[in-house]
């Protein structure tokens, strides 16, 4: 297949938004993803107490919007 053949493209992006959307979703989720407790103890430990105490109240309520990650332009 030459370099010039039009097909799909896929595009890698970088960026702590993703991580941190995905990562929301599994540390609230643990029990429907699979992973183990501690795991998600040990990522929630990571964090500030302010952050933590933020997305505890924030999540339940507003959800994860991956929405948002499926609408970016990818520019």
């Known amino acids: 297949m030459s370099s010039?053949?039009?097909g799909a493209r896929i595009h890698w992006e970088w960026?702590?938004?993703y991580d941190l959307f995905a990562s929301l979703f599994v540390?609230?989720?643990k029990e429907n993803?699979?992973?183990?407790?501690?795991?998600?103890a040990g990522v929630r430990n990571r964090l500030t107490a302010?952050?933590?105490d933020v997305l505890a109240r924030i999540v339940p309520t507003v959800g994860i919007p991956?929405?948002?990650l499926s609408r970016g332009s990818g520019e």
């Open 27 to 29: 540390i609230h989720q």
């Open 4 to 6: 010039s053949t039009p």
């Open 50 to 52: 302010e952050s933590r």
């Open 66 to 68: 991956f929405h948002w």
């Open 33 to 40: 993803v699979g992973i183990p407790k501690s795991w998600s």
């Open 15 to 17: 960026g702590s938004g």
